[in-house]
């Protein structure tokens, strides 16, 4: 373990069990390589030195052997730690300590692993290049000209610059596997309620889903086996039972049915994302899987429904942001009304309140048939085509994203343009169900492309089988930014 | 063509958003939402008679648990990150009503 940087986690793992290097050593390394680029690509906004330290130390104490014994974890800043600050990226929660853990924390803990600090997002989590965080965009480790991709920008460039091997992110539209791809690594978001949302903070209650990042699906496939199943605190995360994820990596995908929607990618897709994803799926038949043309009729209106949905309810959200029992408030005001209004005002920054505003809208009285009730039932008919899909095949393969990562500032002026590079992902959240990002190529400028797995509720098993698989013959995984000269 | 929100609208939904804009804010929104709107409005042309909303996906009613008394946070963890507490009484303290 002379470089622990770009380790896997079953790496450390395997090594911290069988005693050949010490939890805190790879807790000094991760410290070591954050402080080291992260002036550069701004992926944390907190480290958590002594707490992560301190966790080192008693794992090495207790000879832990946990399924991520000495593993460093990054957590995105609107998963709550108890006594770490928690921003969610925005002024409103600039000095926020919460006074719990997220129960995804205390089963990261439980399990071995060393929280390293928090990571930068889009501000409450609404955005998909992480410029809309208050503290400024995280860089591409690839291209630090280029964005980090969002919400969980701040994750996933964590993970692929070798500051952490797992990271977690939140998914309400597409924000743990869009970066996921833009960076380079592998994001999963579980089915709604396959992992328990306590702690974390609110933005579309519906949608929102925890997940993992990580360099490899086996790390990822590791990380949903700590963090999965019911939790008493969250009367939404479900008693499902779990499968064995780890288990279930046999490499053998013989048979599998991959549903491929090719009239949606016809259009808007770069050259190089659709021969990377062609060039994916030939890999895939070769190792047995059989393609299947499909068709989802309503997923071209997955964006405008998102967009109504994800917005109404972070209006509703949101609201309790109002300078009272925690969080920004505003220094000049006569009265309660003002009060509410200029805190609002003042910590929220542009695209929340954008959002907020569209959200109430659509709820206000008037329009909320027209464009709430009426974008639910859309929902409906999105869901129905994947029950559909998923009677004759067993997964769904699309990009993750149509682009590969643009330019930092590229589509900052027009919010309408940058919600359409969602087109790939929300689908997935309207339906509830399971989404994987694996890197699957690289553009002529070397900047990732992912290949996205969609599957039915609870089969996160048969994603993880399929992304395991395709790893085995390709080594996307294997290569980092630092090799490419990147960072 | 015109825009679908007026300076009217919006001014009409920040003050139920209780949000204060300034003046470029709002002439931004009138444009930007105008245009998501405009956007959203393909939504409109798919026939859904007789098709029930999804509000949410679970395919099972949340679980219950046991409605016994636990410990909470105490009265200082639940004031710590208050903008104005008010450690002596135990409260939240906020500006004048009116």
């Known amino acids: 373990m002379s470089t622990i940087p770009f380790r896997t986690a079953r790496e450390i793992r395997d090594a911290v ?150 990271a977690l992110g939140s998914d309400t539209g597409g924000s743990i596997r869009q970066p996921a791809s833009l960076c380079g690594v592998v994001g999963l978001k579980p089915t709604y309620g396959r992992v328990s949302r306590y702690g974390l903070i609110a933005f579309a209650s519906s949608l ?98 998102y967009y109504v949905i994800a917005t109404a309810e972070a209006s509703s959200n949101l609201a309790r942001y109002d300078g009272v029992r925690y969080g920004f408030r505003t220094e000049s005001a006569g009265n309660l009304k003002e009060m509410y209004e200029r805190t609002r005002s003042q910590g929220f920054g542009p695209e929340v309140k954008r959002r907020i505003m569209l959200g109430t809208y659509v709820l206000s009285a008037g329009y909320y048939d027209a464009y709430y009730l009426k974008a639910q039932q859309v929902r409906t008919l999105v869901r129905r085509d994947y029950e559909q899909a998923f009677q004759k095949v067993d997964a769904v393969a699309m990009p993750t994203s149509p682009t590969a990562a643009f330019r930092i500032g590229e589509k900052i002026e027009d919010p309408l343009s940058l919600y359409l590079t969602d087109v790939f992902t929300v689908s997935a959240n309207l339906a509830g169900l399971p989404g994987l990002s694996i890197p699957c190529g690289r553009t002529p400028n070397r900047l990732p492309i992912g290949l996205q797995l969609t599957g039915r509720p609870f089969d996160e098993a048969t994603l993880l089988r399929i992304g395991d698989s395709y790893e085995r013959e390709t080594n996307w995984t294997e290569e980092n930014p630092a090799d490419a000269g990147g960072s | 063509m015109p ?89 939240f303290r906020v500006p004048r009503v009116l």
């Open chain 1, 208 to 305: 929102d889903q925890i997940g993992p990042m990580a360099r490899t699906t086996y790390d990822a496939a590791t990380a949903l086996a700590v963090l999965a199943g019911p939790d008493p605190r969250d009367s939404t995360a479900s008693q499902e039972p779990v499968a064995d994820y780890l288990g279930g990596l046999t490499g053998d995908i013989r048979g599998v049915r991959l549903g491929v929607p090719g009239k949606m990618l016809q259009e808007g897709v770069e050259a190089p994302v659709r021969s990377a994803f062609y060039a994916a799926l030939d890999v895939l038949r070769g190792r047995g899987a059989e393609l299947v043309d499909i068709d989802l009729p309503h997923a071209s209106y997955a964006i405008a429904t």
């Open chain 2, 3 to 91: 825009e679908r929100l007026t300076r009217a609208d919006v001014d009409r939904i920040a003050t139920l958003a209780r949000l204060e804009l300034t003046d470029t804010e709002k002439d931004l929104f009138v444009h930007q939402l105008s245009h998501v709107l405009e956007y959203a409005e393909q939504i409109q042309q798919i026939d859904t008679t007789g098709v029930p909303p999804t509000s949410q996906v679970l395919s099972r009613m949340p679980a219950d648990r046991p409605d016994e008394p636990r410990a909470g946070l105490t009265n200082a963890e639940a004031l710590a990150n208050a903008p104005d507490p008010s450690p002596q009484t135990g409260l």
């Open chain 1, 17 to 166: 069990r069988g005693r050949s290097v010490s939890a805190v050593q790879v807790c000094e390394h991760a410290l070591a390589t954050i402080e080291a680029a992260n002036p550069k690509l701004n992926a944390f906004l907190t480290v958590a030195r002594d707490r992560a330290l301190e966790r080192a130390r008693a794992i090495d104490r207790e000879g832990h052997t946990g399924l991520l014994a000495g593993v460093p974890v990054a957590l995105k800043d609107n998963i709550l730690t108890r006594g770490v600050t928690t921003t969610a990226s925005s002024r409103m929660l600039q000095r926020f300590v919460p006074p719990y853990d997220a129960t995804v924390v205390t089963r990261l803990e439980a399990a071995g692993a060393v929280v390293m600090g928090k990571t930068n997002c889009d501000e409450f989590a609404m955005g998909s290049t992480t410029e809309n965080s208050a503290f400024g965009p995280s860089r591409n480790p690839w291209n630090p000209d280029h964005i980090s991709g969002g919400s969980s920008g701040g994750s996933a460039v964590a993970v692929a610059s070798g500051m952490s091997p797992i």
